[in-house]
């Protein structure tokens, strides 16, 4: 193996790589060593708390010697097989994933992560329906292949239009605390705000033409975009729209899947069962890449006679799978989806605390693990720290203190997200916490009583 000293991870990095969603000349990686539970270490031995679960999928937290054992003993085993090829982990993880998801997901397709995922859960519901538009959310992120990339509704797709795949249509999240429908109206009841934006939904298919629309995508809580957590009925309502007009609802787990939210699937909180659903990132926790496809056995038959036209060398990698199926068995044995509700309702009442100290947080919002810190200039206006897409002065002093005193999150627009590691103990948390009570003082100045 070729040597390189700590000293030198910074400088050759930059010497060689490209980095994504970075100006190139700006870019200012951490040169990480090494990495255990819930922290990672710099180059410079420096300790920080991850509260982001790095990108969003270590949810077992670093280092699980289970895991890497067993991804250890499959490469001694069989280090590579064709996508065509059955092997043991292959019909492991399969009746694994089948115990897991909501009933009637019984098949599974394996890609390299969220965003083919979602490419081909698109594919399918175009080929099982014989329709072509596909209708998602304004502040949604499905990934950043360019299939993928055309559905989400975030300004990360603007960038890359025209995107070479027609037929997105998007529509609006119900998102309470900046609601479009009422902002003249901020007690209205959440039974009212759900058929509202139901009702939003559905006219868009009746404009659209539903016999025109082979399904609907939506992240089952909406990630990155501000964790929107679905109003009590919408996710439902959702279904019976799907149901009423042949489209098929496929959920987008990939970030709020395997425990996340305090369920093994955000979909579970409302007994919601989507005809595709996709994941990622907590299926292996970040040990290798690995994405997979959920469907109904009915979506499967349609390509019974038919060919599917699909596929990836590394679809199905055993390693992969190993890893997945390690992380499922940890998950169990240590009950992470259990702790994630336990220690999700702890944090949420620290987010709590932070709205009583802090005039610059508007609103916070959690389940599970799965939070966010919303900051606002005026709580009264709402006018958020930062603009859409955009950051500001003290939004990047807050992201800044945050590292500097070693508190690794996703500082995003006006937003914090708060994702740690499932493993994370009440102790952790409120460590994380303390300096992020201090960084807000830096918002609080900008902020108006």
């Given amino acids: 193996m070729i040597h390189i000293d700590d000293s030198e991870i910074l400088p050759l990095s930059l010497k060689h790589n490209f980095w994504t969603w970075s100006a190139q000349n700006k870019v200012s990686p951490i040169p990480v060593t090494r990495a255990k539970g819930v922290y990672f270490w710099d180059t410079d031995g420096k300790r920080y708390l991850d509260l982001n679960s790095t990108t969003m999928c270590v949810n077992i937290g670093h280092g699980d010697e289970r895991v890497i054992e067993a991804m250890a003993a499959q490469l001694r085993e069989l280090p590579y097989a064709g996508p065509g090829m059955a092997t043991r982990p292959r019909a492991a993880l399969g009746r694994l994933l089948d115990e897991i998801t909501p009933d009637g997901l019984s098949r599974f397709l394996y890609t390299l992560g969220g965003a083919d995922a979602n490419e081909n859960a698109i594919k399918l519901a175009r080929g099982y329906t014989g329709r072509y538009k596909i209708l998602t959310r304004y502040r949604s992120y499905h990934g950043a292949t360019y299939g993928s990339i055309a559905a989400t509704g975030d300004p990360r797709r603007v960038a890359w239009e025209p995107t070479v795949m027609p037929g997105v249509v998007h529509f609006l999240d119900p998102y309470r605390y900046r609601s479009t429908f009422h902002r003249l109206q901020p007690d209205i009841s959440e039974e009212e705000f759900t058929r509202d934006y139901l009702n939003h939904l559905e006219e868009i ?25 679905p109003p009590k009925g919408y996710l439902q309502g959702v279904r019976e729209i799907c149901d009423r007009y042949g489209i098929v609802m496929i959920c987008d ?30 299926l292996t926790s970040g040990y290798a890449p690995l994405g997979a496809v959920a469907m109904r056995q009915e979506i499967a038959d349609a390509f019974g006679e038919r060919k599917y036209e699909g596929g990836l060398t590394y679809n199905g990698h055993p390693v992969s799978l190993a890893a997945a199926i390690a992380t499922i068995q940890v998950m169990r044995e240590d009950r992470l989806v259990e702790r994630a509700a336990e220690t999700g309702a702890v944090m949420a009442d620290m987010l709590a605390e932070l709205v009583d100290r802090h005039p610059s947080v508007g609103e916070v919002r959690s389940i599970g693990l799965f939070g966010v810190i919303e900051l606002v200039r005026d709580r009264k206006t709402r006018e958020p720290m930062a603009p859409y897409n955009g950051t500001s002065p003290e939004m990047a002093a807050f992201s800044r203190y945050l590292l500097d005193h070693g508190v690794f999150a996703s500082v995003h627009w006006h937003t914090m997200l708060l994702l740690p590691p499932l493993i994370i103990t009440p102790e952790q948390l409120a460590e994380g916490f303390e300096v992020i009570d201090r960084a807000l003082e830096i918002t609080d100045q900008a902020a108006h009583s």
């Fill in 253 to 282: 787990e990939v970030m709020s899947g395997f425990g996340r939210t305090g369920k093994w699937f955000a979909v579970d909180h409302w007994d919601v069962k989507p005809d595709i659903m996709t994941m990622a990132k907590g």
């Fill in 205 to 229: 298919i009746l404009y659209e033409g539903p016999e025109t629309i082979a399904a609907v995508l939506l992240e089952s809580v909406t990630g990155t975009n501000g964790v929107i957590i």
